[in-house]
């Protein structure tokens, strides 16, 4: 299995010294990346201050964003976190008695539990789907979505076994009772294609530092322009409004499509990470990334059960994420450990992520899970 990549492997120094396979948790930074911070950084330094440069990049950023996944600029907020979009979003939804459920299941990040629930005490009825053996079925979702869900978040692909969920299918199920769909696909953009105009998805959330190649500080909202139109957001700022230039503290007015569920000053720092790493993720285009990681996933699949460690990943699934989990007890210990010998593993619970991307190789996957099982034995 040859790396088509590995021209750019020289774009990311740590892939020197490490052997780098936790972009589940924080993707390998890019020389171009880390030249957009010292940019914004060294603006500030040579010249005091740099508002409308920033300004421009975070239009250009929201702009490639869109391009990413399919959607117009104006369908696009720029925030801090995943957590801040779904509490921006869950925070103004209209929780009428007649439709107030708000379906999610417990392959979630836990973030999504901690806002939904909050959302209780202002009118929101939780349901929760369970799954089975880290798997869901659309019948689940047949059964579970009704006339009172108001919107139904999923899961992309579950940060902590991989399992990859069929978007247009189960926007087909939910948009069939009425309900929304939210879509947390932090774990997916960046090596999975997202199309969200072919996907049908209402509202769909992710963040710069995984498999986006960046750093903290910038999360993506993507909410259709006639949905977001519908939406008064109670988490809102100067940023939210039709102009933020009129500093006119007596009225207020949103501003047209997504722009109206931002908030305050974005970290531009972390802005013009997420433009370059934009830049180099649609350089090298996602559909060839996805190909090599779902067969980089199966040897990392078949080279675990080989070397006797035990799947927390679904076997029953085709692999279809970069993501492959395994249960080892002291997960924490044993991430501790191998990043000792430079080997960069990501620790849940009681699982072990293996999460490559683009850049990395076979051989390292396969020096990786040999280190890893002298913990299993
Ligand atoms: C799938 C998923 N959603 C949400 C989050 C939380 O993101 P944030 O810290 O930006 O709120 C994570 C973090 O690892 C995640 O993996």
Redesign the pocket.
């Known amino acids: 299995m040859n790396n088509t990549f590995s021209s750019y492997r020289s774009l990311f120094p740590v892939l020197s010294e490490y052997v780098h396979l936790a972009s589940?948790?924080q993707g390998a930074i890019a020389h171009p990346v880390s030249q957009a911070i010292e940019e914004y950084h060294n603006s500030l330094l040579s010249s005091g201050t740099n508002w409308k440069q920033a300004i421009l990049k975070l239009e250009a950023t929201r702009e490639k964003f869109a391009e990413l996944i399919n959607a117009e600029p104006d369908e696009i907020a720029i925030l801090t976190?995943?957590?801040?979009v779904l509490s921006a979003v869950a925070t103004c939804l209209p929780y009428h008695h007649t439709r107030n459920r708000i379906v999610l299941t417990d392959v979630?990040?836990p973030?999504?539990g901690h806002v939904w629930y909050a959302q209780e005490e202002y009118g929101a009825n939780i349901s929760l789907i369970r799954s089975l053996d880290g798997v869901l079925s659309l019948e689940q979702y047949e059964k579970k979505v009704t006339e009172r869900t108001l919107l139904t978040c999923i899961?992309h692909?579950s940060?902590s076994n991989g399992y990859t969920q069929n978007l247009k299918e189960i926007a087909d199920v939910v948009h069939k009772k009425g309900s929304l769909l939210f879509v947390?696909a932090?774990?997916s953009a960046g090596h999975i294609p997202i199309n969200v105009k072919e996907m049908n998805i209402d509202i769909l959330s992710t963040?710069t530092?995984?498999y986006m190649l960046g750093i903290?500080g910038v999360?993506f909202l993507y909410i259709k322009k006639e949905l977001a139109e519908q939406l008064k957001p109670r988490h809102t700022g100067w940023f939210g409004q039709e102009s933020k230039t009129k500093f006119d503290i007596f009225n207020s007015t949103y501003a047209p499509g997504a722009r109206r569920f931002e908030t305050g000053t974005p970290s531009f720092i972390s802005v013009y990470a997420a433009h370059e790493a934009l830049n180099l993720l649609l350089d090298i285009g996602i559909n060839p990334i996805h190909s090599y990681l779902k067969k980089i996933a199966g040897f990392t699949r078949e080279f675990g059960l080989q070397s006797g460690l035990q799947m927390n990943s679904p076997l029953t699934t085709e692999i279809t994420s970069g993501i492959t989990s395994f249960y080892m007890d002291n997960a924490s210990e044993i991430e501790k450990r191998l990043g000792e010998e430079n080997i960069l593993v990501s620790a849940r619970n009681d699982v072990i992520r293996i999460a490559p991307h683009f850049y990395n190789t076979k051989e390292e996957v396969e020096y990786a899970i040999t280190e890893l099982s002298k913990f299993a034995k």
Do not use: H, I, M
Request: aromatic residues 14%; proline residues 5%; charged residues 25%.
């Open positions: 589940c948790s976190s995943v957590s801040d979630d990040f973030t999504v899961s692909v940060y947390d932090y774990q963040g530092r995984k903290p999360a």
